[in-house]
């Protein structure tokens, strides 16, 4: 075996030296390791998010565009619909999974097992005024259109696993047609395809979303979208909700320590992402 020289072996040391620091520096000066900048909220690119701030109240994916036009009505109707929304939710233990399971099936946003919530609170005998009926209070001819039976000793509409397939192959084919946009597919919902297809023309806007043409749709409309986002943010954020920590102007990330390469001092940054 060869001897090293001593000149070759100060040289080795260097390099090992040089290898270790490179990947425990990040400890040694507070700088962020690879795992804390995977985080849920993106950040901006040109900046490093710190640690996930626990207060934070997050939204679903496929709600956070224009969150900011929903958050003070989603911190409204917390306070003022506490003791209902913790009552429907307990209600809803046993429904929410069983409607999961079946919109994922048909590859629709999950949030919209929401929706029996505002339109029947999970009563199967729920009939509105104008004849709409069971867990997603649909109307016959639209019942009839997605594969429901309907007669005068059974309707379908009642069964809670028939209606909310139904239901999603009703979403599966808004959702084509809108573009996936959630909230357009949520509207027509409540006042109709046609109307919601009315006001996109209204607006003049080629691919308008739901807050473009929100002004042409119905204030009964409007308001049942609002509580669709409501309830969804509230779900996602649940724990906090009924601890009552609840903080819609708590920033996503708390400070994080970083070095200033200049001073080798420790410096604070805050990122933020509304």
């Not at 290898?19 to 040694?28: D, E």
């Not at 934070?56 to 306070?79: D, G, I, N």
């Not at 599966?172 to 006001?199: E, T």
Request: glycine share 6%; net charge positive.
């Amino acid at each position: 075996m060869k001897i090293i020289g001593s000149k070759n072996f100060l040289a080795l040391l260097i390099i090992l030296f040089v290898i270790g620091f490179s990947t425990s520096a990040g400890t040694i000066i507070g700088y962020p390791t690879l795992a804390s900048l995977i985080v849920n909220e993106p950040g901006p690119v040109n900046e490093l998010p710190g640690e996930a701030n626990p207060h934070y109240v997050a939204y679903p994916f496929c709600l956070q565009t224009h969150r900011v036009q929903s958050r003070e009505y989603v911190k409204t109707y917390a306070k003022n619909k506490r003791s209902y929304i913790i009552h429907i939710f307990n209600k809803g233990k046993k429904f929410f999974p069983k409607a999961k399971t079946i919109l994922e099936k048909y590859d629709v946003p999950v949030e919209l097992m929401m929706l029996p919530v505002l339109e029947s609170e999970f009563n199967a005998n729920a009939v509105s005024p104008v004849g709409a009926v069971g867990y997603w209070q649909f109307m016959g001819e639209l019942a009839k259109e997605y594969g429901l039976q309907i007669s005068s000793k059974y309707d379908e509409r009642k069964n809670f696993t028939k209606s909310t397939t139904a239901a999603a192959k009703y979403f599966r084919d808004q959702l084509n047609y809108f573009d996936d946009d959630l909230l357009l597919a949520v509207a027509s919902y409540n006042c109709g395809s046609g109307r919601v297809r009315a006001s996109i023309k209204k607006s003049g806007l080629k691919n308008a979303d739901y807050w473009d043409i929100r002004k042409f749709l119905p204030s009964e409309t409007r308001k049942f979208v609002m509580n669709f986002i409501a309830l969804n943010v509230i779900s996602d954020n649940y724990e906090k909700f009924v601890d009552r920590k609840l903080n819609f102007n708590e920033d996503p990330f708390i400070q994080l320590a970083k070095a200033n390469s200049d001073s080798g001092e420790i410096a604070q940054q805050t990122t933020m992402v509304d």
